[in-house]
């Protein structure tokens, strides 16, 4: 596994840009698909197991990092590519005291992924399958 350098995730966050978060994933050897999703409003679907029931929940997404640790919000945590190319993504982070994670990431396209997360957020865990769709700007 190759440890993405936090600085270079850090500059992703503050300039919010698809270009930066890109490369602060290829310069730490991961993957550059988080870089050619559209940031925007984004809309997650339960999949697979979940309830018929379940709400659509919306997240405004300016950092599509956070699209790898959406049970941990906007919370600093060490991101681990495990492995990447341009379709496909695993990560597996940690939240120094909040939990971690591990996310597979598979894109249909710049406004359609598929996300598979699995972890612990407040000493529970949590594990869910969403289908995510940009819907608008925000």
Known sequence: MKKINKYLILSGVISC???????A?????????LGTLEPGLWQFKAVGGGAPA???RQMCVK??????QIQHGARDCEHYVVRG???????SYSCNGAGQGLTSIRKESARLIHIDSQGIHN???FSFTV???RVAAC
């Open 17 to 23: 840009g698809a270009a930066s978060a890109a490369a």
């Open 25 to 33: 994933f290829v310069q730490g050897g991961g993957s550059n698909l």
């Open 54 to 56: 379940t709400p659509v």
């Open 63 to 68: 950092n599509q990092e956070r699209l790898v």
């Open 85 to 91: 190319n341009a379709a496909t993504m695993t990560v």
């Open 123 to 125: 000493n529970a865990p």
């Open 131 to 133: 289908e995510a769709r």
